[in-house]
Structures are given as C-alpha cells and as structure tokens.
C-alpha cells in the first residue's frame, strides 16, 4: 500500500507543476489533484517541495468527515523525509465553504511546524481552499 505518493507520468509529473510562487499557485495545483469531494468532507494534503519550490510530491495525509479532519503529524515528517522537501505546504478544504482559519487550523500549523523544524524543513504555506476561493493562514 502506498503511504504517499510522489508525482508520477501517470498522474502529473513536477514538470508539469508551475514553481510554487504565490497560494494562488498553491490553490490551483491543490485543486488540479484533489478529489471530487470537496464540498462534501474535510480533507488534508501536503505539497514536498524542493528548494526552487518545486512540487517533488504531495501526499493525502488525512480525509475526515464535513466538520474535521485528524492530520498525523508523524506521516506529514516521514514522507517529508522520504521526499527529501525543503519545504512543505499544508492544504486543507471546508466544505462549508467558509475562508476563516478555525483556532485548530491554526493550532495545528504550529504544531506541524515546530514538528518540521527539527529536521530543518519549513512550513512554507498552509492554504484553506473551496470551491469559490482560497485563503492563506501564513
């Protein structure tokens, strides 16, 4: 079983990514791999990037239902370390449709980021999207 899953011909491969720029880029590459479910349950990705911010592969950490996800710190560090990322962007949905940040999204990205720091990775982005819109917490 895979654990992650780096970028294949047989999805999309990093070429074909444009350089991780802005979260506008983060929103569109988020929503290019995500599945069709976005409105109906809460999910979590991470993008692995390398140091010319380029995606070398991205991961489903975590599908949970319309209120929540639980996102495995550990599995975010170890496919980070698999990847050999720089850096990683974190990308969650609500399916409500809402763009604010809850206190847990923002908790989390603490802790998912003092997490990464020690192995000298950094928490680049962490973007809520839906359907309409996109927002950056960072």
Same mark, same amino acid.
């Given at each position: 079983m895979k654990r992650f899953e780096l970028i294949t011909k047989s999805h999309k491969t990093k070429w074909d990514?444009?350089?991780v720029t802005s979260s506008d880029v983060v929103a569109e590459v988020a929503k290019s791999i995500w599945s069709k479910d976005i409105d *109906? =349950?809460?999910s979590f990705y991470c %993008?692995? %990037?390398? =140091? @010319?911010? #380029? *995606? #070398? !592969?991205y991961a489903v950490i975590a599908t949970g239902g319309y209120t929540a996800v639980n996102v495995d710190v550990r599995? *975010?560090?170890k496919i980070a370390l698999d990847t050999l990322a720089i850096g990683v962007i974190l990308v969650h949905n609500h399916p409500s449709g809402s763009l604010k940040p809850s206190t @847990?999204? *923002?908790e989390m990205t603490k802790k998912i980021d003092k997490a990464l720091k020690l192995f000298d990775i950094q928490v680049l982005d962490h973007v809520v999207i839906? =359907?309409? !819109?996109?927002t950056s917490i960072l």
């Open positions: 990514f444009p350089t *109906i =349950r809460e %993008l692995y %990037l390398n =140091r @010319a911010n #380029n *995606i #070398n !592969g599995m *975010i560090c @847990a999204d *923002i839906t =359907r309409t !819109g996109h």
